[in-house]
T-cell receptor, first 114, second 117 residues
Framework: EAQVTQNPRYLITVTGKKLTVTCSQNMNHEYMSWYRQDPGLGLRQIYYSMNVEVTDKGDVPEGYKVSRKEKRNFPLILESPSPNQTSLYFC?????????????FGEGSRLTVL | AQKITQTQPGMFVQEKEAVTLDCTYDTSDQSYGLFWYKQPSSGEMIFLIYQGSYDEQNATEGRYSLNFQKARKSANLVISASQLGDSAMYFCAMRDLYGGSQGNLIFGKGTKLSVKP
């Protein structure tokens, strides 16, 4: 089954404790992206990757890091989480071809930082 | 810069009636795509429908249709014969199709649709 898998789905952590949200897709997609969703703000892009070893900042990259060492994986790293990073996070992927089609989303990871 | 505007934070519709969710966009790109996603209370993002800027006909997918008016830069979603399961958050989104803005998908703030029995 074609899918984007995120882990963990739910996490409660404390300020300053480093955490990683993993994302993996099995569709051989070149393009991958992370979004955060906050009430009243819609989805805002954090980082994206056009292919292996190619990453770039989105609209709200502060406090986050990413890496793309393999095509299928695109982890999101919070080095020192703060309460304003409490949010619902989505990983998504699509083919990198011109046009590219719709984004396929993971099920979301709800993060609470105390 | 690209921008998506959804002016209806919340809407109600009677079951079995049709409803239109508004979306306007702003872009200087010539080739772009418009998307609608549904987010039920369970949280997942479900792709509904796509319209390309050069598509001459409005897109349809089952009970969903996209009323695309290019000159007005609007891409409204029409849901016919509303069902209780249509109660959800709906997001309009767009992106350049051929490299501009890196093809990143930008979203509106969403419209919460509630279907009344």
């Amino acid at each position: 089954e074609a899918q984007v898998t995120q882990n963990p789905r739910y996490l409660i952590t404390v300020t300053g404790k480093k955490l990683t949200v993993t994302c993996s897709q099995n569709m051989n997609h070149e393009y991958m992206s992370w979004y955060r969703q906050d009430p009243g703000l819609g989805l805002r892009q954090i980082y994206y990757s056009m292919n292996v070893e190619v990453t770039d900042k989105g609209d709200v990259p502060e406090g986050y890091k990413v890496s793309r060492k393999e095509k299928r994986n695109f982890p999101l790293i919070l080095e020192s989480p703060s309460p304003n990073q409490t949010s619902l996070y989505f990983c998504a992927s699509r083919p990198g071809l011109p046009g590219g089609g719709e984004l396929f989303f993971g099920e979301g990871s709800r993060l609470t930082v105390l | 810069a690209q921008k998506i505007t959804q002016t209806q934070p919340g809407m109600f519709v009677q079951e079995k009636e049709a409803v239109t969710l508004d979306c306007t966009y702003d872009t200087s790109d010539q080739s772009y795509g418009l998307f609608w996603y549904k987010q039920p209370s369970s949280g997942e993002m479900i792709f509904l429908i796509y319209q390309g800027s050069y598509d001459e006909q409005n897109a349809t997918e089952g009970r969903y249709s996209l009323n695309f008016q290019k000159a007005r830069k609007s891409a409204n979603l029409v849901i016919s014969a509303s069902q209780l399961g249509d109660s959800a958050m709906y997001f309009c989104a767009m992106r350049d199709l051929y490299g501009g803005s890196q093809g990143n998908l930008i979203f509106g703030k969403g419209t919460k649709l509630s279907v009344k029995p």
